[in-house]
């Protein structure tokens, strides 16, 4: 986990507690050494001062839009609850007092790691699909747009102006390219992509011309 606090006798109390549950710690004295460091893959999560010498720690938070920051943990040494209630409408796993109860941030920790995970999973799921999506034609995205508004063949190759065979043939090389076992599965493949029906596309190219 990453730990984030310009107060170093709190940065080596905290490491000490935290590594004694066996908890791998990087700490930082501000948001500008947080934000230079090249961030991990496998799961993890931020303890996160509210008041650092740089910047809040609600203003690193907003910063996380442009990148992906782990799930937060708030600590702060102030009860400001208009910071609190910001920090949790903002996505925050929890808001704690200083000092910290170690056993209270422990099962924060592990729920904010434990959402971490789900969050990478989901990610590399999404990313695999695009990789995928990326090998399809534009006539083949055309026809996985049909497939998703739920057009039958024949439907699907009159709005193309092709013939139902043709039709097949590219309904079966997107099956093939995104790796989907079955019509439903790449239903769902579709919609975790939020890639339109057919209807949907048409609107939006009206729109634009």
Same mark, same amino acid.
């Given at each position: 986990?990453?730990?984030?606090?310009?107060?170093?006798?709190? $940065?080596?109390?905290?490491?000490?507690?935290?590594?004694?549950?066996?908890?791998?710690?990087?700490?930082?004295?501000?948001?500008?050494?947080?934000?230079?460091?090249?961030?991990?893959?496998?799961?993890?999560?931020?303890?996160?001062?509210?008041?650092?010498?740089?910047?809040?720690?609600?203003?690193?938070?907003? #910063?996380? %839009?442009?990148?992906?920051?782990?799930?937060? @943990?708030?600590?702060?040494?102030?009860?400001?609850?208009?910071?609190?209630?910001?920090?949790?409408?903002?996505?925050?796993?929890?808001?704690?007092?200083?000092?910290?109860?170690?056993?209270?941030?422990?099962?924060?920790?592990?729920?904010?790691?434990?959402?971490?995970?789900?969050? %990478?999973?989901?990610?590399? &799921?999404?990313? &695999?699909? #695009? $990789?995928?999506?990326?090998?399809?034609?534009?006539?083949?995205?055309?026809?996985?747009?049909?497939?998703?508004?739920?057009?039958?063949? %024949? #439907?699907?190759?009159?709005?193309?102006?092709? /013939?139902? @065979?043709?039709?097949?043939?590219?309904?079966? #090389?997107?099956?093939? %390219?995104?790796?989907?076992?079955?019509?439903?599965?790449?239903?769902?493949?579709?919609?975790?992509?939020?890639?339109?029906?057919?209807?949907?596309?048409?609107?939006?190219?009206?729109?634009? /011309?």
């Amino acid at each position: 986990m990453y730990l984030v606090d310009d107060e170093r006798c709190v $940065r080596e109390a905290l490491t000490e507690m935290l590594e004694a549950f066996g908890m791998r710690v990087i700490s930082f004295a501000s948001a500008t050494e947080y934000l230079a460091f090249i961030r991990e893959d496998e799961p993890w999560c931020v303890v996160l001062d509210m008041r650092l010498p740089d910047m809040s720690g609600l203003e690193l938070q907003c #910063q996380s %839009k442009d990148f992906r920051m782990p799930p937060i @943990i708030f600590i702060s040494g102030l009860a400001d609850i208009r910071s609190a209630v910001r920090a949790m409408r903002a996505g925050a796993i929890e808001f704690l007092m200083k000092p910290v109860d170690p056993d209270t941030l422990r099962r924060a920790i592990e729920t904010a790691i434990a959402r971490d995970r789900v969050i %990478k999973r989901r990610q590399a &799921e999404l990313d &695999e699909l #695009q $990789r995928r999506y990326t090998r399809l034609t534009p006539r083949e995205r055309e026809v996985l747009s049909l497939v998703v508004g739920g057009l039958l063949n %024949k #439907q699907s190759a009159s709005v193309l102006g092709i /013939s139902e @065979i043709t039709l097949q043939i590219h309904r079966s #090389q997107v099956m093939r %390219k995104m790796e989907a076992a079955s019509l439903a599965e790449l239903v769902r493949m579709a919609l975790k992509l939020r890639i339109q029906d057919w209807r949907n596309e048409r609107f939006n190219h009206s729109n634009d /011309s």
